[in-house]
């Protein structure tokens, strides 16, 4: 079993920045992969970023690309995602995820973010 912990949300103005931290725990050896996802209300969870602990390969959806940075500690079993030139449409709840090697996935309770004026 893995254990997410999600913290860093909330209000930021257009073009702000936001950094997210995910700290993990449990089972930490079984984990894949850690990726950032995101959700509006109505909307389909959507991949932001993701990273592999061990190796620190990283990949971003096109609308991350250039603005977010995925990052590890892996002495801190944390990953974060640093958020920069954020626009009101990155508005939503962001989930910190973990998978395993056997593809079982571990899901954070989600903080929000909010970029408006």
């Known amino acids: 079993q893995v254990q997410v912990v999600e913290s860093g949300g909330g209000l930021v103005q257009p073009g702000g920045s936001l950094t997210l931290s995910c700290v993990a725990s449990?089972?930490?050896?079984?984990?894949?992969?850690m990726g950032w996802y995101r959700q509006v209300p109505g909307k389909q969870r959507e991949v932001v970023a993701t990273i592999t602990p061990r190796g620190g390969r990283t990949d971003y959806t096109d609308s991350a690309k250039g603005r977010f940075t995925i990052s590890r500690d892996n002495a801190k079993n944390t990953v974060y995602l640093q958020m920069n030139s954020l626009k009101p449409e990155d508005t939503a709840v962001y989930y910190c995820?973990?998978?395993?090697?056997?593809?079982?996935?571990?899901w954070g309770q989600g903080t929000q973010v909010t970029v408006s004026s």
């Open positions: 995820n973990a998978r395993s090697q056997t593809n079982l996935r571990y």
């Open positions: 449990g089972s930490i050896a079984s984990i894949y992969v």
